[in-house]
């Protein structure tokens, strides 16, 4: 939808081999991918086919082997101030406050904690925890903290976030309402989003731009524009019709790939 | 189960001694169990010139409480960077694995060679035997720390003194708060057993060895019975903060 011609990550011949004790594992090959301002991608692809990696590697946790990858036109060699990162799950520090937890960014950065107050209080507002700043992260649901983990994500108000999976340890009905609220945060604020997942039916509820990846060696498979208008109907014969043919996309890439 | 459970078996005990006392018939073998209460009831009062029950208690908290702090200011520091910095570990394992297992008490005889008969001995007998547990379980609960609870400090641009400050140390806090409760644990024992030595002038051991050669039992089992519930209620304090300070560590799942 928002396509701008800015672009804020680009890889180029992205490579990542791994040895470990059976010899060297190529877990990215060859990747090429561009985002550009504003849309939302998703990673998607069967597992162990580097999405994490890929992931990781954006957001400046690993480095490619060979070829580059930039954002905002400067070679990665570390996280960017200008991106932020969501993980599936554990890592909200229990020891904080949700309050805490979401300044995080803003400490780091020595912000001054009245300053810090008041951006983490409007964050917790817009997703919906401004009652629970002062609760422990083990005193919240897990939607709830994924929650947290998304007002944190944007406290810095980084104009990329990379999301790895971070609603597959939710229930199905929560995990479709945290899409819903990601949806309209992600308009409300114009973010770019990487979000990585190994659901289909996610992938098209979510995303402008569907990258599939293969399975070992990882490179990417095809590139899937989605422009269904939101909020999407997941019960909709078009929605049916794009879910079934990624579905035997990814099906037919598995069967290619025993070793699994 | 409910508190006064806890109490039946320290009860019968007690019984069960009380008899054996009137059985055997003889002070010097076992005493009676008022006759040691009775010493409880003047803890000011000097036992034979060795000084009073509640004197000699300070004292031994006080040297314990000496040596456990200088233990902690080597060990906690040392174990953080030896936890974060696997180089300085793969370094330093074979010495602490070597190090670790000798008893306290087998450093008697260096520790007077080195120091001489006196406070800097019990000192570094009770240093010795605190710093390796607080040790050891400070690098195993840094190198314990998730890797995606560093790597979220990272994704902020954190600094190496920010890793530290804000996840390493508290992230590790229960486990080196686990470690610092052992290490007393062994410290409390470790002053009892130096201040037996020959050439001491104070504290609880002291107290124990010189009225047994006076055949004072019950004052024997008077300081032993104080050293137990000094313990006990050290042992309380560092459950209590950990109960408070570190309830996360529990509920976090």
Known sequence: MTDCDKIWVRV??????????????????DVNLEIHEGQFVCLLGPSGCGKTTLHRMIGGLDIPTSGTIMIDGKVV?????????????????????????????????????????????????????????????????????????????????????????????????TRNKMQRELLSIWQETMKTILFVT?????????????????????TVHEIYEI?????????????????????????????????? | MKWYSKLVLPVLFIVAWDIAATL??????????????????????????????????IISIYRVSLGFIIACVIAVPLGILL????????????????????????WVPLSLAWFGIGFAAIEFIIVIGCTFPILVNTIDGVKRVKKSWIETAMIYRANEWQVMNKVIVPAAGPAIWSGLRVGFGIAWMSVVAAEMLPGTT??????????????????????MVAIGIIGVLMDLFFQFVQKHKFRWESLDK
Not at chain 1, 13 to 28: D, M, N, P
Not at chain 2, 203 to 217: H, K
């Open chain 1, 77 to 173: 060699d570390g996280p960017s101030p200008k991106m932020t990162m969501v993980f599936q799950e554990y890592s909200l520090y229990p020891w904080r406050t949700v309050a805490e937890n979401v300044g995080l960014g803003l400490e780091m950065n020595d912000i001054p904690a009245k300053e810090r107050l008041t951006e983490v209080m409007r964050e917790l507002k817009l997703v919906g925890l401004d009652n629970f700043a002062d609760s422990y992260p083990y005193e919240l649901s897990g939607g709830m903290r994924q929650r947290a983990a998304v007002a944190r994500a944007l406290v810095t108000d980084p104009a990329i976030m990379l999301m790895d999976e971070p609603f597959g340890a939710l229930d199905a009905q």
């Open chain 2, 24 to 57: 055997i018939n003889n002070a010097f073998v076992l005493p009676r169990v008022v006759s040691v209460l009775a010493i409880f009831t003047t803890p000011f009062e000097d036992m034979f010139s060795f000084g009073s029950l509640a004197e000699n208690s």
């Open chain 2, 202 to 223: 104070q504290g609880l051991g002291y107290l124990i060895m010189q009225t047994y050669g006076w055949g004072q039992i019950q004052v024997v089992i008077a300081g």
């Open chain 1, 227 to 260: 422009d269904l208008p939101r909020p999407r109907d997941r019960t909709s014969v078009e929605f049916a019709h794009i879910r079934k043919s990624l579905l035997h996309t990814i099906e037919e890439l598995e069967a290619g790939n025993e070793n699994i």
């Open chain 1, 198 to 218: 190994h659901s289909v039916d996610e992938a098209v509820y979510l995303a402008d731009k569907i990258v599939i990846l293969t399975p070992r060696p990882g």
């Open chain 1, 12 to 29: 180029e011949h992205a490579t990542k081999k791994f040895s470990t004790r059976k010899g060297e594992i190529v877990a990215l090959e």
């Open chain 2, 83 to 106: 936890g974060r910095y696997q180089i300085f570990e793969d370094f330093s394992d074979g010495l602490i694995q070597i190090l670790r297992p000798i008893p306290p008490i087998a």
